[in-house]
Each structure stands twice: as structure tokens, then as C-alpha cells.
């Protein structure tokens, strides 16, 4: 008979050790690594032989589908994010800070497929009756007919659900209550909420039922409990937002049955979460136009574009070691962007402290705004103030040439909606508008930018090609 060899694991990150250490090598954090039996919850320990397998039905990929592939909520920013609505038989996962929304745009999602005659059951783990009915009548969500249970034990939770006709939507709040019988550890445990997750995709396999999970986050932003739970659901949603500012994002990281570069705006208010359909709108409708250091940049996520405003600021140091302090976009694409523009334009920020900002909190991880940066940059070095009807999208190279990107038109139909009538671009840009109204001025590398700055109170209009 084999011997079963114990194993330890961390309770914050699911990682495994051969023995007992007082850090974790995976997250760092300590006192956080406990024994676990890795025969619990699988039916047995080694010593039993395996029951033999029965035969399942095979099938075709041609078929009538029983029922829609999708339940649309009608709150058009999170179908658009979740792709169309909810796939049925799915389970998707939904992350977030502590406070940021994340229960009370479920509640909002369950009541509007409530009273689209959809059978929706929202099981609390963390809130009593009374306190769900709360948030409830805050919400406008009281007069709904959404079904409602306060229970952390998966069997019970199984056995209430199977009660019935079959729910079309099932919200668990949250994975990190779940405790099963078959599982000897306290809830919240990477074995606990790897056998609870695993029981509730289960049953929405079989049943046909939507399942959302409700999932607790790290100090680093990740999905509490072991990786694995990420990679057993069918979508994961990261909720995002500053409590300093009234507005959330709700974004997608994965998604079988959809986009994953889908995001979707909402404005948090007394009465809930409201929905903002021009996000662009609510990123600048603070803008400074007539100070340096301020550039807008058009950017793309998914197949929405949006715009936002760039804001650098750029002072004389009297450190040894001058600061790079940014908000909203990757460290180290703003070093490389501050060594091309030392190497190739002759713009010396070496002995300046520099510090960037994406406006309303909201971060970019496209490199189309390279140029927007660059531009941001050069107008707070030179005291320049850039045109306040101006955009700002390219690609920046280590040679210092403006590369091409994508959705160039999408990019210029939705600053000519909000106002803007000039745009900087690459010069190797295509699918540019025939019929636009707008102007926009093409440039090939970074220095014949930083010139027209650093040359005129009037930047880029010498250039400019009217269509």
C-alpha cells in the first residue's frame, strides 16, 4: 500500500509545501500554512479501490437547445460585459475590494431578472435576511419576486436549489462561507472553497443554471483561495473604482462565452449603482484645459472607445534619486518612455521628479497611450499648455518612431461625438474616416512631436491635413 505523504498549504494563496513553514514562499505571508489531507472530500483514502466507471451518453454538436443560450438582465453595462447576458449552465465569478459594489449590483442584476419572470434564488453567506431585505429596499429591489436564503453549508444550499422548479439564477455571497460535510477544515480554506466551488459548477452543469459567486480579494487585488477556483469557472470579473470617486468598473479578465477586454461603467449613487453609457463623458468632465501637463488620450476597451485624460507633472528635484510616482499605468512603460525621449529628443528629465496621473482613477493598459504620455510629459517640462480640442493615440518604439494601432476610426468617430476636432496619430495609421469633420495631424516619430511642442504656443496646427 502506497503511503500517503501530508502536505501543507497556504490558506491565502493555495500553494503547496512538503512541510510546515512559518512564511509562505508563494505570497509572503505568514502563519498562514495549515496540514491538509489531500484523500478528503474525494471518497475514500488509498487503500480503497476505485468503484467501476459507468459508460456516459455521447452526442452530437447539432441539436435543438432546450432553452436561450443567454438571460439578459437589462442593465446594458453588465451584459455588455458578461457578453450578452448570462449563459446558462455557467458559473461566473465576481471579485472586488471590500464596499466597491459588488453585492449591490447582484441584488440590482436579480431583480431586474426577477421581474423578467425569471426564477433567480440569492443565498447569503455573510448578511442575514434582514440585513439583505435592507440593501433591498434601498435599491428599489423589495417589490421583486427574488427568493432569498441566508445558509453557508453546500449540501443544504444543493438540497434547497433541487427544490422546485430550476432556477435560471443562483447567487452565491460568498465562496469564502462555504463549508461541505465531506470536508473536514473551517470554511474558508483553500480545501473548503475549492470543494464548495466545485459543487456549485456541478450543479449548474447539470441543471442548466446560471451560478454567480461572490469572491473575496487579497491585499495584491487577486481572487482570495486557491488559483484553481479561477480556472474552474467559465468567467471572472474583477470589480475596480477609487472610494475617493463615484464610479466603478466592472471588468472582464476571462470569459468562455465572450469578449475579454470588455468593461462596464457604473456611477455609484444612494439609490445603487446607475449605469453610464458615455464613460467618456464622466472621465473629462473636469478638465483644465488651459494647464500644461494634459493630454487626451483616445483609447480603446474592447469594442467601446473611450476617452481620457493623461496628466503629467514634471518639477525639479532636489533628491539625489528623482521620483516616479504613477497612478493608472504600467512603471515601467513610463521608464521606457522617459529613456527614448532622453535618448532620442533630447528632453532631459534626469534631475526632475515626475510624476503621471490617468484622471478619475482609471487604468490603461493599452500601448497606444504611449504617445498621449510622451505628449503629457513634454507640455509640463516646457510649460506649454497642448490644444484643448486635441486627441493623442500611438505606439512609441525604442527608435523612437510612432508605430500604427488599431480601431484608428472608432478612436476618431468618438472624440468628433465629444467635441474634439483634432487628433495626433501615427503617420502608417489606416482605416482612417473618408468623411470625417475632423483634422488630425500624422507624425512618424517622437522627436517631430516634441519640436512642434516645445517650438509654438500653437502646437501641431502647421501640420495639419483637413479631410
Known amino acids: 500500500m502506497a503511503k500517503v505523504r501530508t502536505q501543507f498549504v497556504c490558506q491565502n494563496c493555495g500553494t503547496v509545501h512538503t512541510r510546515w513553514a512559518g512564511k509562505c514562499e508563494g505570497c509572503g505571508e505568514w502563519n498562514t500554512i495549515i496540514e491538509d489531507d489531500p484523500t478528503a472530500g474525494i471518497g475514500g483514502g488509498p487503500s480503497r479501490a476505485p468503484k467501476k466507471g459507468r459508460p456516459v451518453a455521447l452526442t452530437t454538436l447539432s441539436g435543438d437547445i432546450e432553452d436561450a443560450p443567454r438571460i439578459q438582465t437589462g442593465i446594458s453595462e453588465l451584459d455588455r460585459v458578461t457578453g450578452g447576458g448570462f449563459v446558462r449552465g455557467s458559473a461566473l465569478l465576481v471579485g472586488g475590494d471590500p464596499g466597491i459594489g459588488k453585492s449591490t449590483v447582484l441584488m440590482q442584476a436579480a431583480a431586474a431578472l426577477s421581474r423578467r419572470n425569471h426564477?433567480?434564488?440569492?443565498?447569503?453567506?455573510e448578511e442575514a435576511v434582514a440585513q439583505v431585505r435592507l440593501r433591498a429596499q434601498r435599491l428599489g429591489a423589495a417589490d421583486s419576486d427574488v427568493l432569498l436564503a441566508a445558509e453557508t453549508n453546500v449540501e443544504d444550499i444543493l438540497a434547497t436549489l433541487s427544490e422546485g422548479k430550476r432556477p435560471d439564477l443562483v447567487?452565491?455571497?460568498?465562496?469564502?462561507?462555504?463549508?461541505?460535510?465531506?470536508?473536514?477544515?473551517?470554511?474558508?480554506?483553500?480545501?473548503?472553497v475549492r470543494t464548495g466551488v466545485q459543487a456549485m459548477i456541478r450543479f449548474a452543469k447539470?441543471?442548466?443554471?446560471?451560478?454567480?459567486?461572490?469572491?473575496?480579494?487579497?491585499?495584491?487585488?487577486?481572487?482570495?483561495?486557491?488559483?484553481?477556483?479561477?480556472?474552474?469557472?467559465?468567467?471572472?470579473?474583477?470589480?475596480?473604482?477609487?472610494?475617493?470617486?463615484?464610479?466603478?468598473?466592472?471588468?472582464t479578465v476571462k470569459n468562455r462565452f465572450g469578449p475579454t477586454d470588455e468593461i462596464g461603467v457604473f456611477e455609484m449613487s444612494d439609490k445603487g449603482l446607475r449605469e453610464v453609457a458615455n464613460p467618456s463623458e464622466l472621465f473629462l468632465g473636469e478638465r483644465n484645459e488651459k494647464s500644461p501637463g494634459a493630454a487626451v488620450f483616445a483609447g480603446m476597451e474592447g469594442t467601446r472607445p473611450v476617452l481620457v485624460e493623461v496628466q503629467a507633472l514634471v518639477a525639479p528635484t532636489s533628491l539625489g534619486t528623482p521620483r516616479r510616482a504613477i497612478v493608472g499605468w504600467d512603471s515601467a512603460r513610463l521608464s521606457m518612455i522617459l529613456a527614448v525621449l532622453e535618448a532620442h529628443c533630447g528632453v532631459r528629465l534626469g534631475q526632475h521628479d515626475v510624476y503621471l496621473n490617468i484622471a478619475g482613477g482609471y487604468r490603461i493598459s493599452e500601448p497606444a497611450a504611449?504617445?498621449?504620455?510622451?505628449?503629457?510629459?513634454?507640455?509640463?517640462?516646457a510649460g506649454l499648455a497642448l490644444p484643448a480640442d486635441c486627441v493623442y493615440f500611438g505606439e512609441v518604439s525604442l527608435s523612437g518612431a510612432i508605430r500604427p494601432v488599431a480601431h484608428t476610426a472608432q478612436r476618431l468617430k468618438e472624440a468628433e461625438k465629444l467635441g474634439f476636432?483634432?487628433?495626433?496619430?501615427?503617420?502608417?495609421?489606416?482605416?482612417?474616416?473618408?468623411?470625417?469633420?475632423?483634422?488630425?495631424?500624422?507624425?512618424?516619430s517622437l522627436p517631430d512631436l516634441v519640436a512642434r511642442i516645445a517650438g509654438s504656443r500653437n502646437a501641431l496646427r502647421p501640420a495639419e491635413h483637413e479631410d
Open 421 to 444: 476636432s483634432q487628433a495626433v496619430l501615427p503617420s502608417a495609421s489606416t482605416e482612417l474616416p473618408k468623411n470625417g469633420g475632423g483634422r488630425w495631424s500624422e507624425m512618424e
Open 370 to 381: 504611449d504617445l498621449a504620455v510622451a505628449s503629457a510629459l513634454v507640455s509640463s517640462l
Open 119 to 125: 426564477r433567480v434564488i440569492y443565498v447569503s453567506g
Open 171 to 192: 447567487i452565491i455571497d460568498s465562496i469564502q462561507t462555504l463549508w461541505s460535510d465531506i470536508v473536514d477544515s473551517a470554511p474558508g480554506t483553500v480545501t473548503q
Open 206 to 251: 447539470q441543471t442548466g443554471t446560471a451560478v454567480v459567486l461572490v469572491g473575496h480579494v487579497t491585499k495584491e487585488g487577486q481572487i482570495a483561495g486557491p488559483r484553481v477556483v479561477e480556472h474552474m469557472v467559465d468567467a471572472v470579473l474583477y470589480f475596480e473604482g477609487d472610494r475617493g470617486h463615484h464610479y466603478r468598473i466592472l471588468r
